[in-house]
């Protein structure tokens, strides 16, 4: 079924279709993504997807492990602490590069984070792609038998906890120059949440609080982070009126720390067949005579900023701190998309949301990433080889 349906995609593609898929987006908010948004999906065939389901639940039993905490404190210990951590991350987003072993077709774990992805962007691009292609309704980009409802519900269970979306933010730093603010714009739209700078907060002893769009002060009770330590970092021109380490009177929806913990950094913790050969560096007996195989990273980066691909001898013997970085074994993608002019490479990204109450995680959707270049996903780049992000779609 899925062969038959890239077929027929193939055969009702064209340039003009897309052009209107792309307008239907930018028509929203009289906004277009910055980054590229793809012409095709990802058709997953049954047997990739029960790979990738049985991936995620080996990273899920890791990450759901009783000691998981005590395994990542040195990654807290080696980046900012942030107190009152909950029991366990609300979001995962897990990245699997589709690629060719031993002439056969497998997920490989490419990176984890314990950090909130384009939930909302990737529920609405799925319904302007059934607008250009209807037979696109006969498949789903969901996973565990939810469909658009019960996503949507689920993602309303982690983001508000009970508590009044006005009192819910998603904090950024400068939201609107962000590559990713559609999917602010479209959080904002769909489930109510404010989008407010980091440098818009007002505290008041151990509470924080932000100015609507009336002037009124309203107290903040939850915070949708999607802010990175890296960029915060750099931004040392920013003026906040309180500090993310402070003991603060707020609740968590993606607590800080999880970016952290969930990260490269458990990835030598991960063995087996979906698994890639990763050695923290600092770790790392000598280095291999063959480094043309690998890829260095640092841990804790975001978008792939700072990753070497073609690594050489000296970038290793001149990283200074090397409990911040990976060595990687590189794989081999397939181009398994026959897209209507060639073959393309993919990643997908499988979307997890775990609210307080439940026992586990639960994996409810995806982003593809398309390429026909060496490395995909970085920065969202807009170089000669990119084809931008999508979304994967599934048998129902």
């Not at 939810?146 to 730093?173: A, P, Q, R, W």
């Not at 990175?228 to 800080?256: C, N």
Request: hydrophobic share 40%; charged share 30%; aromatic share 12%.
């Amino acid at each position: 079924m899925i062969e038959s349906r890239r077929a027929q995609f193939n055969r009702e593609f064209s340039v003009e279709k897309y052009q209107d898929f792309l307008a239907d987006i930018a028509a929203d908010f009289d906004y277009a993504p910055t980054f590229r948004v793809a012409e095709t999906p990802f058709f997953i065939p049954n047997e990739v997807k029960k790979q990738l389901e049985e991936a995620c639940q080996e990273v899920c039993d890791f990450v759901s492990k009783p000691d998981f905490k005590a395994i990542t404190q040195r990654a807290i210990d080696l980046n900012t602490a942030v107190p009152n951590e909950d029991a366990h991350t609300q979001f995962m987003a897990i990245d699997f590069g589709i690629c060719e072993e031993n002439g056969k077709i497998v997920p490989k774990l490419i990176e984890v984070q314990g950090f909130p992805s384009i939930f909302n962007f990737q529920f609405n691009l799925y319904q302007k792609i059934q607008k250009q292609y209807p037979f696109i309704a006969e498949l789903t980009p969901y996973m565990s038998g939810m469909d658009s409802d019960t996503y949507l519900e689920k993602l309303k269970e982690v983001l508000f906890n009970g508590h009044d979306k006005s009192e819910v933010v998603l904090l950024e730093i400068e939201p609107e120059k962000q590559n990713t603010k559609i999917d602010f714009y479209y959080c904002r739209r769909d489930l109510g949440i404010p989008v407010i700078c980091v440098t818009d907060v007002i505290k008041e002893g151990d509470q924080l609080f932000y100015r609507d769009e009336s002037g009124a002060k309203i107290r903040i009770k939850r915070i949708y982070n999607r802010v990175i330590f890296d960029e915060l970092d750099l931004r040392q021109d920013l003026k906040l009126q309180f500090s993310f380490q402070d003991k603060l009177d707020v609740e968590w929806a993606g607590h800080p720390n999880w970016y952290t913990r969930i990260s490269k950094f458990i990835l030598p913790y991960l063995s087996g067949k979906y698994f890639i050969e990763t050695t923290l560096l600092s770790e790392l007996d000598q280095i291999p005579e063959d480094l043309e195989n690998y890829v260095l990273k640092p841990l804790f980066s975001f978008s792939g900023s700072g990753v070497i691909f073609n690594v050489k001898r000296e970038d290793i013997e001149q990283v200074k701190d090397k409990d911040l970085y990976i060595l990687q074994k590189k794989v081999a993608y397939a181009p398994v998309i026959q897209s209507p002019d060639g073959k393309v490479k993919v990643e997908v990204r499988i979307l997890v949301l775990w609210p307080e109450k439940d026992e586990k995680p639960t994996l409810v959707g995806n982003l593809s990433r398309l390429s026909r270049g060496e490395m995909i996903g970085v920065k969202f780049n807009k170089d000669k080889d990119w084809v931008g992000g999508s979304i994967g779609l599934f048998e129902k």
